[in-house]
């Protein structure tokens, strides 16, 4: 099988290329470090395992490969929100993904699946709601950028094509993404809820998402949105305690909401966004997951 993967070189993409190269499958990764059309072979990952191919978008890399997986993307968490920083995290998602779904039709064999980042954060700030994949969308930044966002991978869909947007929660793994930045004030005590702590916090292990990304290619009926999120969501302040029990440290020290936001500016708003999004698609169409619960996902994280 050979999958395209934008955005395979970070946290999320590189283990699920990987996963992909060790079971003998031909992993093409899009990147812009390389000229247009350059083609590198990842050393290590054995034949035909990963090659990185600069970006061009006329289809030809699509011809012949079973699906493509789009999860490229400035990140969102990685400075203040100014408005250069917003107009950055929506361009990167939104004109990278219109050029993928246009490739659908350049290419002479299109994919059958196109695979598509999106986030839980397309639900805004919900309080306490239970959220499937049917409830409506926020109105915040981060949900209209998800709407749009979703709007532009929908672009691919066409006979023979089916598109599947991922609306990922917090990802989960000591080697990246979010946890690090959480796990820092429980190493030196200091850790606690945020904001008083009863804003839901949709999460996922990082196995889990992966795992999940490599079930939707091999099951044709899953289409749609999808919510790759743990089923049981947590509080924050109950993800405090289970991340304070994981590292053996107290989760006593509260973080106010004011001095979030000196900190953090308009991000805090979309930190403290409660969202108790359920994966109510996945679970009926069978998936099931490794990491179902909180205390699970650090035991398999932490080794404990």
Known sequence: MRVVIAGGGGFLGSPLSWAWAEEGHDVRVLTRALAPGQAQHEP??????????GWVPDGREFDGASAVINL???????????PARKASIRDSRLLATRSLAAAFTE????PATFISASGSGYYG???????TEDSAPGSDFLAQLC???????????????RVVLLRTGIVLEKGGGALPQMMRPFRFFAGGPLAGGRQYM???????????????????AVAGALNVTAPHPVTNAEFSRALGRALHRPALAPVPRFALNLVLGELASAVLASQRALPARAQAAGYHFRYPEIDIAFRGIFGD
């Open 44 to 53: 290590g990952t054995g034949k035909p395992g990963i090659t990185r191919v």
């Open 72 to 82: 490229a993307g400035t990140s969102i968490a990685g400075a203040r929100w100014t």
């Open 107 to 110: 290419s002479d064999a299109p």
């Open 125 to 131: 700030d919900r309080g306490s709601d239970v959220l």
């Open 147 to 161: 709407v749009d966002w979703e709007a532009e991978a929908r672009r691919a869909e066409r006979p023979g094509v």
């Open 202 to 220: 949709s999460w996922v292990h990082r196995h889990d998402w992966s795992e999940m990304v490599r079930w939707i290619v091999e099951t044709p």
